[in-house]
């Protein structure tokens, strides 16, 4: 079997495995799951906190007001949505959209872990602390960190704010867009 198309069937028979899991409380009170959207031979793979109230609603990550900053930061930068891979360090939305716990991003990891290996992308956005910190398994200071790329593995990873930061502090709307500029400079580098 060709070994990208092998790649995709072991994501969807994950996939089909996470909509059933019950791994974690956040099982009890979700109303979908929210793998993922996006091509699975995407190069660029953007990694949230959580889903909210609509991401729970419609199974879909980033289409609440975070999506709407998404959508225009990823405009901004010249890359288009439909070429990016969404998906969150957990999978269920946590009740009153408060962080996810340790234990339910512990739950999560595997399933995130897969994903990422089956979809090969070159380059990871991190976006928020929640996700730098379960990604690069140590604390994460946003203020000083955004816009830095690390190399682990032969993936480039880019520290930047949540798009739902911009929500409650405008002013960090250029400090995202320049980080996502610089995403977009990593995947022209090749």
Not at 102 to 116: G, K, M, S, V
Not at 139 to 153: A, C, M, P, S, Y
Not at 161 to 170: F, K, R
Request: overall charge negative; hydrophobic content about 40%; some cysteine.
């Amino acid at each position: 079997m060709d070994p990208d198309l092998e790649r995709m069937v072991e994501l969807l028979n994950e996939i089909d495995d996470i909509l059933c899991c019950p791994r974690c409380d956040l099982a009890l009170s979700r109303t979908k799951v929210v793998v993922g959207s996006g091509p699975l031979d995407a190069r660029i793979v953007l990694i949230g906190e959580a889903p909210g109230r609509n991401e729970d609603e419609k199974g879909e990550p980033f289409v609440g007001a975070a999506g709407r900053n998404l959508d225009a930061l990823l405009e901004k930068s010249g890359i288009q949505r439909r070429d990016v891979y969404i998906t969150n360090v957990v999978k269920c939305r946590p009740p009153g959209n408060r962080p996810p716990r340790a234990c339910e991003i512990e739950a999560c990891h595997p399933y995130l872990q897969r994903q990422l290996e089956a979809i090969s992308p070159k380059i990871i956005v991190l976006m928020g602390r929640t996700a730098a910190e379960a990604m690069l398994e140590r604390k994460v200071n946003l203020g000083k960190e955004h816009g830095t790329v690390i190399e682990k593995g032969g993936i480039k990873y880019m520290i930047t704010y949540h798009p739902a930061a911009m929500i409650y502090n405008q002013w960090l709307g250029d400090t995202i867009a320049g980080d996502f500029k610089k995403v977009s400079a990593l995947l022209l580098e090749g």
